[in-house]
């Protein structure tokens, strides 16, 4: 009875560490980004989504200040973060104070869900999500509703904007 008390403890310490490192990981794994003030400038003025841009606090000067107001203008979340922060996110360490956050999925749009559901000689299986903050959950959701043979998944374009729904 001893050993199978000290096999659960040892693999609940495990479970715990392990779940720590993941997170850790997590928060510093930033793989769909954009970086640099002239490459944010053109990302802006196509039509790709962003998630987020990430500002060094501080002094606000030149392409920085129109990066802001394109944002601003298109409903983009801003946070404005210390470099030593960007430092750690930035791929290229030359990110020139600015980091864009991009979705890793070219979204699609809801009638092209639709188009290639009713193609298929079954009812249509749609998934709409909302208010799904955590991108781990999120993970979990689309390879379980893939499994099951979800036609598409939708979600709001931003988190701030849950009103306008995309498709995955």
Do not use: W
Not at 12 to 17: D, E, G, L, N, R
Not at 22 to 37: A, C, L, T, Y
Not at 52 to 74: D, H, L, N, P
Not at 123 to 142: K, S, T
């Amino acid at each position: 009875m001893k050993d199978n008390r000290n096999y659960k403890k040892e693999k609940s310490q495990y479970a715990k560490k392990f779940n720590k490192e993941n997170i850790e990981d997590s928060k510093n794994n930033f793989n769909d980004q954009v970086e640099g003030r002239n490459s944010i400038l053109e990302l802006l003025e196509s039509e790709k989504d962003i998630n987020k841009i990430y500002i060094s606090k501080g002094e606000k000067q030149g392409s920085i200040k129109k990066i802001i107001a394109k944002a601003k203008e298109k409903g983009i979340v801003i946070s404005e973060i210390e470099k030593s922060r960007l430092d750690q996110m930035s791929q290229t360490k030359n990110h020139q104070g600015v980091i864009a956050v991009v979705p890793p999925y070219e979204y699609c749009d809801i009638e092209d869900i639709l188009d290639v559901a009713n193609k298929k000689n079954e009812p249509n299986f749609i998934l709409i999500l909302d208010g799904i903050e955590d991108p781990h959950n999120l993970g979990a959701i689309i390879r379980t509703a893939e499994t099951a043979g979800v036609d598409g998944i939708i979600i709001p374009k931003r988190r701030a904007c849950r009103s306008k729904f995309y498709g995955i």
